[in-house]
């Protein structure tokens, strides 16, 4: 199966930045997309934005300017740089990614442990 293990939370004030990175590993066929949700508390979780193997990008328009996503597919990491943040960006962020974690077996999506990001006004 497919491990994500993120890193790079934190609390940090408004108009801050932080890099989140996310490494993927175990047994891998075919990494596809990655990318971010965040899941704030009493709220539904919320796609971030995902990059597929290419550089092709999508972003939520909450985040578009502020947050770019990019990849490694050498290392099969994915990264979230998030510029400008505000306190409302607090939230849990989970990476994750839609692969095949072996040969003849079916793409499935796979997800990080999750980790805090806390923005202060």
């Known amino acids: 199966q497919v491990q994500l293990v993120e890193s790079g939370g934190g609390l940090v004030q408004a108009g801050g930045s932080l890099t989140l990175s996310c490494a993927a590993s175990?047994?891998?066929?075919?990494?596809?997309?990655m990318g971010w949700y965040r899941q704030a508390p009493g709220k539904e979780r919320e796609l971030v934005a995902y990059?597929?193997?290419?550089?092709?990008?999508t972003y939520a328009e909450s985040v578009k300017g502020r947050f770019t996503i990019s990849r490694d597919n050498a290392n099969n990491t994915v990264y979230l740089l998030m510029n400008s943040l505000k306190p409302e960006d607090t939230a849990v962020y989970y990476c994750f990614t839609n692969s095949v974690p072996k040969y003849g077996s079916r793409w499935s999506t796979f997800w990080g442990q999750g980790t805090q990001v806390t923005v202060s006004s």
């Open positions: 175990g047994t891998i066929f075919t990494i596809g997309t």
């Open positions: 990059i597929d193997s290419g550089t092709s990008a």
